[in-house]
């Protein structure tokens, strides 16, 4: 497993009021769906019942996009990661009340997620809508960092994608400049184009919010490919 220093965390813990709801789906259904971090990496086969193709989403928010995406795709196994734990147990509770199967969830820095993944383990990775942080002393907290894009990269099989989905502007132009100069990533779009926007991706409450404020929503799409490594 590579050993990668600890980078600087891309989130605040910033916990609003947990409901009596989401508390009880924290406590009764995480034996169920939750993942716990182990030193040793992850067995996914073990942890779904089967082989399938994985999904990782990065920063689920209250899992809108994740379990509509399960529901959506039975076929796949999604793991969800998310730090907050409101969100969790909205999405845990979201899980139960479908009765999906294929969703797993991570309470923890992605880092520590992917340092735990076997290499070659995720079809597609998904980051929609990642904290900003749009003052400018704060960028380097930005998560698509060389360092990260790299770390996923190994994660990911040949010809895996990386999805992300932001309403910040010159976020969006950060995310295609670091994924563009990304060796063993190429851009499905075209070079320094951004992606339509997937039709697969769930319309979220977050992403509708934006659009009555006016924020234009960039996709990006990118892909492994190992022949434009180097």
């Not at 529901?71 to 796949?76: D, K, N, V």
Request: one cysteine or more; glycine letters at 8%; hydrophobic letters at 40%.
């Amino acid at each position: 497993m590579v050993d990668f220093h600890r980078p600087i965390r891309s989130f605040v813990r910033r916990e609003s009021r947990i409901t009596t709801a989401q508390q009880r789906a924290l406590v009764e259904l995480w034996p169920r769906y939750g993942v716990e971090l182990i030193a040793a990496a992850l067995d996914l086969d073990a942890l779904f019942g089967r082989a399938a193709p994985r999904v990782l989403e990065i920063g689920f928010g209250n899992g809108e996009a994740l379990v509509a995406m399960a529901a959506q795709h039975p076929q796949y196994d999604y793991l969800g990661i998310e730090v907050h734990g409101p969100g969790v147990g909205c999405a845990l509770r979201d899980v139960a009340a479908r009765g999906l199967g294929n969703v797993r969830v991570v309470r923890a820095d992605v880092n520590d997620v992917l340092a735990c993944l076997p290499p070659m383990s995720l079809n597609v990775a998904y980051l929609f809508f990642p904290d900003p942080w749009p003052k400018l002393r704060h960028h380097k907290r930005r998560l698509v960092q060389p360092e990260f894009v790299e770390r996923l990269r190994q994660r990911l099989v040949p010809g895996g994608l990386f999805c992300l989905a932001t309403d910040w502007e010159d976020y969006a132009a950060h995310m295609l400049e670091v994924l563009s100069q990304a060796p063993g990533f190429k851009n499905t779009a075209g070079h320094g184009h951004y992606a339509s926007r997937p039709v697969e991706r769930p319309l979220t409450k977050f992403e509708r919010r934006g659009q009555r404020l006016g924020h234009v929503v960039r996709d990006l799409i990118f892909r492994r490919d190992d022949h434009d490594f180097t």
